[in-house]
């Protein structure tokens, strides 16, 4: 792309990121609410474009993540009064921890073989859940009386001041563009995209594909635990039927139609996602089957996604075979 191509697209994100801040100044409560329901769902495809844009791994079990990092919030938090932001980390560790032991037997499965197997992943956290688990999940009534989280000794209720809430999901949010942008132009990163593109080549030039694949399916597990906490404070009660196989769909289809790989492909598949049903929810009912339409539309017309990333070509001249071997 021009030079003048990367200012019209910085100009563009520059301005689509000063709306986002100003919204709501311009909305009520309940428009801006839908604004955190699209920011919590982009964070969470962020963290799951991870493994299956970067990685290139077909992953439906997202949901479990995240709701391991909600109920590791809400169980310290309303059993021993731990403050819910200082939980954020520990959400994130014990969602990555739990993605280490669960995705080691299972990393050196590929496309729907995996992709059935994370399917079954989901389904057993929420049946652990809903049995009520070491008796501290609740069951399937969940646990009430999550603390709204504190900034600064301030509370931050998300449900009586929507408006709070989203300027703490858009400050995390920023945070986790800036930081998975880093890591897309990493070596890290750059190992990744090989293996998407071509695991048996990338693997015949060094790279430890096991490895790298089961790491992104930590980081991404990790990120969406700390999403699960930034729900659990926001909504201040949770139950297994949050985190059900559809979440994982949604999730999915974020990625998918907004364009695996893509930073802003994301952003925008949530925002089409999650924010498009509230303009027609006269047509509530029919949801499944619009979403099944457009997915199928886009496998069809554009199969890389409304915003797909953008290709990235490394002369052979100028290749380091050390950095390709990792």
Not at 9 to 35: K, S
Not at 148 to 162: D, T
Not at 196 to 207: F, L, N, Q, T
Request: proline share 5%; charged share 10%.
């Amino acid at each position: 792309m021009s030079v003048s191509g990367n200012n019209i697209r910085i100009g563009l994100y520059a301005a689509v990121a000063v709306c986002w801040v100003a919204a709501p100044f311009f909305l009520d409560n309940y428009q801006t609410d839908v604004l955190n329901n699209i920011a919590i769902y982009a964070l969470l495809g962020l963290s799951l474009n991870i493994i299956l844009g970067y990685g290139g791994m077909f992953h439906m079990g997202h949901a479990a993540f995240f709701a391991i990092g909600a109920y590791t919030t809400a169980i310290m938090n309303t059993s021993w009064g731990i403050p819910v932001l200082w939980l954020l980390p520990l959400s994130g560790i014990t969602a990555g921890v739990f993605a280490l032991v669960v995705a080691r037997p299972i990393i050196h499965l590929r496309g729907d073989y995996l992709l059935i197997v994370t399917i079954g992943m989901v389904e057993i956290v929420r049946i652990a859940l809903v049995n009520n688990i070491f008796g501290i999940t609740g069951g399937p009534n969940g646990i009430f009386g999550i603390a709204s989280p504190q900034v600064f000794g301030y509370p931050i209720n998300g449900i009586v001041h929507p408006a709070h809430y989203f300027y703490l999901l858009t400050v995390f949010i920023a945070f986790t563009i800036a930081v998975f942008y880093l890591l897309e132009h990493s070596r890290y990163g750059r190992a990744l995209k090989y293996l998407c593109s071509d695991s048996v080549a990338a693997e015949g030039s060094g790279i430890d594909t096991s490895g790298y694949k089961l790491s992104a399916f930590v980081i991404g597990a990790f990120w969406a635990g700390m999403v699960g906490n930034l729900y659990a404070g926001k909504i201040t009660f949770i139950s297994p039927e949050s985190f059900s196989f559809w979440e994982s769909v949604v999730m999915f289809m974020i990625v998918i139609l907004g364009g695996a790989g893509s930073i802003p492909g994301v952003l925008l598949g949530a925002i089409l996602i999650i924010g498009l049903p509230e303009f027609f929810q006269e047509l509530q009912q029919y949801r499944l089957l619009i979403f099944g339409i457009a997915l199928v539309a886009m496998m069809i017309f554009r199969p890389q996604g409304v915003l797909p990333p953008k290709p990235h070509t490394y002369p052979v001249d100028k290749i380091d075979e050390k950095e390709v071997a990792l």
